[in-house]
Nanobody
Framework: QVQFVESGGGLVQPGGSLRLSCAAS????????LTWHRQAPGKQRELVAT???????YYEDSVKGRFTISRDNAKNTVYLQMNSLKPEDTAVYYC?????????WGQGTQVTVSS
């Protein structure tokens, strides 16, 4: 069983940046794929970014070139660096494995992009 605790969200103006962190309760060294998802009000949760243990990364089209996912196995933490934020990035952000497991969803961290 893995518990993920997300943090780092907040209110930011359009064009600003945030760095999200996701701390795992177990070693992530053996977890092959880690992911960030988001859920905007009234919408389904969507996959935003994936990182594989070897370092390969994949991004949803709308965040390519703006978001960067990374992992620190020594700290059991996954990060999401978000730059050039847009109002449509407003959502609650979650991390999980791939495929995601229902029991692994944390409370998420709220990101609000607004002037």
């Amino acid at each position: 069983q893995v518990q993920f605790v997300e943090s780092g969200g907040g209110l930011v103006q359009p064009g600003g940046s945030l760095r999200l962190s996701c701390a795992a309760s177990v070693s992530i060294f053996s977890i092959y794929e880690l992911t960030w998802h988001r859920q905007a009000p009234g919408k389904q949760r969507e996959l935003v970014a994936t990182i594989i243990s070897g370092g390969s990364t994949y991004y949803e089209d709308s965040v390519k070139g703006r978001f960067t996912i990374s992992r620190d196995n020594a700290k059991n933490t996954v990060y999401l660096q978000m730059n050039s934020l847009k109002p449509e990035d407003t959502a609650v952000y979650y991390c999980n494995t791939n495929p995601p497991r229902d029991s692994y969803w944390g409370q998420g961290t709220q990101v609000t992009v607004s002037s």
